[in-house]
C-alpha cells in the first residue's frame, strides 16, 4: 500500500515561491494519480491541481492556474509543487493524495500527513 510523506512548507514572504514534494513509499507512483490539496484555517479542503501518472496529464484549479506547477520530481517516486507569486491568502497546510485508479477524479484513498504553508511578511 503506498504512504505518502510532504515536505519543504515553511515561511515565505509574499511574492516568493515555495516548491513542495510528495515522496511515495511501499508502491511505485507509476500507477497513481496524484494530486495536492490546501485546508486553510476555518476554511474547507480545497483542490489544488492533480497529475494522472499514466500520461502526465495535468489538471489544475483556476484559482492557482499559472502559479502553481505540478510535476514529477527530480528524485524517484516523488511528485512536486512549484509555488510561485505566493499570497497571504496562500496560507494553509498542504496535502497531497493518491488517487488509486490513476484518473485524478477521486476517490483520494491515501493522504499524506501535510505540510504547513505560511505567507507573512
Known amino acids: 500500500q503506498v504512504q505518502l510523506v510532504e515536505s519543504g512548507g515553511g515561511l515565505v514572504q509574499p511574492g516568493g515561491s515555495l516548491r513542495l514534494s510528495c515522496a511515495a513509499s511501499g508502491a511505485t507512483l507509476d500507477y497513481y494519480a496524484i494530486a495536492w490539496f490546501r485546508q486553510a484555517p476555518g476554511k474547507g479542503r480545497e483542490a489544488l491541481t492533480c497529475i494522472r501518472t499514466s500520461d502526465d496529464t495535468i489538471f489544475a484549479a483556476g484559482a492557482v492556474k499559472g502559479r502553481f506547477i505540478i510535476s514529477r520530481g527530480s528524485a524517484k517516486n516523488t511528485v512536486d509543487l512549484q509555488m510561485d507569486s505566493l499570497k497571504p491568502e496562500d496560507t494553509a497546510v498542504y496535502y497531497c493524495?493518491?488517487?488509486?485508479?490513476?484518473?485524478?477524479?477521486?476517490?483520494?484513498?491515501?493522504w499524506g500527513q501535510g505540510t504547513q504553508v505560511t505567507v507573512s511578511s
Open positions: 493524495a493518491a488517487d488509486h485508479g490513476n484518473t485524478c477524479t477521486g476517490p483520494y484513498d491515501t
